[in-house]
């Protein structure tokens, strides 16, 4: 079992910055590939960035590409969600989860995902 907790969410005006932290417990958390979600109000969680064990290699939605940036910090169990110019269609719960799953086509289902935060709210405003 890992137990994952996220932290760093708030209030703040579009074009501005936050950075995300979800710490892990539990299990070894560099045996993980680590993602993240969100879901805005009346739609489905949606894939935001993943990241490998090694942290050597990431992935975004389009929308986040240029912008947003996950990392990850092993000897702290510890990923994060630098997340810059953000917008008001950024609005959402966003969540932290972990998969051993080995098929990167995966990586941007939450079905793969086995593990989850109780995630952390970001709101922009215009």
């Known amino acids: 079992q890992v137990q994952l907790v996220e932290l760093g969410g708030g209030l703040l005006q579009a074009g501005g910055s936050l950075r995300l932290s979800c710490a892990a417990s539990g299990r070894t958390f560099s045996n993980y590939v680590m993602g993240w979600f969100r879901q805005a109000p009346g739609k489905e969680r949606e894939f935001v960035a993943a990241?490998?064990?090694?942290?050597?290699?990431?992935d975004y939605t389009d929308s986040a590409k240029g912008r947003f940036t996950i990392s990850r910090d092993n000897p702290k169990d510890t990923v994060y969600l630098q997340m810059n110019s953000l917008k008001p269609e950024d609005t959402a719960g966003y969540y932290c989860?972990?998969?051993?799953?080995?098929?990167?086509?995966?990586?941007?289902?939450?079905?793969?995902?086995?593990?989850w935060g109780q995630g952390t709210q970001v709101t922009v405003s215009s």
């Open positions: 989860a972990g998969t051993n799953s080995t098929c990167p086509e995966t990586w941007f289902s939450r079905r793969a995902y086995n593990y």
């Open positions: 990241i490998t064990r090694s942290g050597r290699s990431t």
